[in-house]
């Protein structure tokens, strides 16, 4: 017998999550008899303060058929060419973790390992010069790449979306329900498990309906209400290498140009982020409770706006990690109930969209196979721990001395995975990655170099070039991606001339 496709899908928990999996799930495993259902509670609401993102959310919202203009001005959003970093090394330091290269290799070496060269020899030039994203949001000029190959083009280059966080549920919300997504307003109470296999089989509202289905979906933020309380899934805590465990957000008035990127600028106990959109700025402080009281933060907070606050601060209390299974019987998990590890490099609605793709790419049917949920697991757990990595490096590659906060930060224990790969770039500036890397290698050099961690050595290969040549075509590489640039119209321009939002 061919095997039986789930009929009945229950997402518990709206937002961002929620709303992602209903608008996938209705696009890609809808078939005729299935129902896609998603309860979600007015009276809960949503974390809703994540307002940036990364270059895989095109691809998703393509696979969704997503129109990008129709998104950009749907959700008050503007374009982000990378992550603009202040302070972090050193007060002072600024560097810029852009979406693309910093060139083809040369004579078969990554370009990082010539202008390592150079740098030995005393040319001051910043490695975020040869990158094209750093150059054009520093000029503050934006474009969408050529969908053809361009021979002028000295290096690629990618692009994500700033949004309104609140405007994106919405938006998925529309599209989700045009194909046919039924949405329940209620509060979970209770949740039943089957008795001889502990897989879900229903949720009970206040309003006392019962729900059943064949395939459950918990988005229920940092409560868990299905994988953890109810299940039992416990939860790894990442606290002792990601200390920060609040986050102040707060819109003001926008002020000056849009900016396309975002700004990242550490402080005493953690970072404030300030993400530019059509109508408002957000603004965010990322800090440890250990460090830092809550009112003293919201003091920091709007003491460093652009622009007149538009409303109070509001405050997130999360502890870093992430659960010890995803999916686990006919539980999937998205979302903050699968984890979290704060907004720095804007990787929870990526881990969300990926967690997702990879669901939809296994297809699962009723019998729920061990070896496909372990699978799952074992793939997720991997992107999980690689990001991980990614995000302490920011925070453990610092010299600051000047509070308690860097000071644990820069002389804290880190897992053996990342020691050895800052190892391995510290001699040779070499960066390894994994399968299905979320960061690239350029992103790992741009904190590497950004942050201070200079090899030993560049590649030996390096020096069977003349130097003279050498510098006369770098001197080539970074005036092309120059001019490039400076070609592009002005960011708020071409938001204004392809994308503009109506009035808010």
Known sequence: MPPEPFRRIVIVGGGTAGWLTAAAFSRFLARPGTTIRLIESDEIGIVGVGEGSVPFIR????????????????????????????DWSEIGNVHFNGFGDYGGSIEGVSPHHHWLKLHRMGDPTPIGEYSFPATAAHLNCFALPSPKPQPEMPAHYDYAYH??????????????????????????????????????????????????????????GFRGLLIGQAMGIGYEDWSRWLPCDRALAVPCERAGQITPYTSSTALAAGWQWRIPLQHRTGNGYVFSSKFLSDEDAAKTLLANLDGPALAEPRLLSFTTGRRNKFWDRNCLTIGLAAGFMEPLEATSILLAQTGIARFIEFFPDMDFDPAVTEEYNRLTIAEYERIRDFLILHYHATQRMDSAFWDYCRT????????????????RGRVTLGHDESFTEASWVAIFLGQNVLPKRYDPKVDAMDVESLKRGMLQRRAAIRRAAEGLPFHGDFIARACAAPPA
């Not at 969704?64 to 959700?75: A, G, K, P, W």
């Open 59 to 86: 691809n998703f919202h393509r696979a969704l058929q997503i129109d990008e203009r129709d998104f950009v001005r749907s959700v008050q959003g503007t374009f982000k060419l990378g992550i603009e970093f202040r």
């Open 163 to 220: 949004f309104d966080a609140s405007l994106y549920g919405r938006f998925l919300r529309n599209e989700a329900e045009k194909r046919g997504v039924q949405r329940t307003e209620g509060k979970v109470v209770d949740v039943a498990l089957r008795g001889h296999d502990g897989f879900v089989e229903a949720v009970t509202l206040s309003s006392g309906e019962r729900i059943e289905g064949d395939l459950f979906v918990d988005c229920s």
């Open 412 to 427: 804290m224990d880190i897992p053996d995975s990342l020691r050895q790969k800052i190892e391995l770039f510290r001699a």
